[in-house]
């Protein structure tokens, strides 16, 4: 059975950071291409960012370009979500998510509030 489990979320002030991670299970972790997902109130889940199976490239929507930074291990089967300089708009729940060929799995997401 294929596990995703987000953990790191809270309750943060403009300007902080925050360190999100998801720990895989039940998968050959290395073979997937792995992403964060999140979901603000009110609205459509949007890609965060994404890293390739190796770790070798990674991508990130033009919101949080040089401000999130997405890794992995995959001798520990964990995927992980630096987020720095965080502003009231990256509020949401955060979702990591794996993806090979036509397989994606979800897990069930953590909550980032960023507020005074």
């Known amino acids: 059975q294929v596990k995703l489990v987000e953990s790191g979320g809270g309750l943060v002030q403009p300007g902080g950071s925050l360190s999100l991670s998801c720990a895989a299970s039940?998968?050959?972790?290395?073979?997937?291409?792995m992403r964060w997902y999140r979901q603000a109130p009110g609205k459509e889940r949007e890609l965060v960012a994404g890293?390739?199976?190796?770790?070798?490239?990674?991508n990130y929507a033009d919101s949080v370009k040089g401000r999130f930074t997405i890794s992995r291990d995959n001798a520990k089967k964990m995927l992980y979500l630096q987020m720095n300089s965080l502003k009231p708009q990256d509020t949401g729940v955060y979702f990591c998510?794996?993806?090979?060929?036509?397989?994606?799995?979800w897990g069930q997401g953590t909550q980032v509030t960023v507020s005074e």
């Open positions: 998510s794996a993806l090979l060929l036509t397989n994606s799995y």
């Open positions: 039940g998968l050959t972790f290395e073979n997937y291409g």
């Open positions: 890293i390739s199976s190796k770790g070798s490239s990674t």
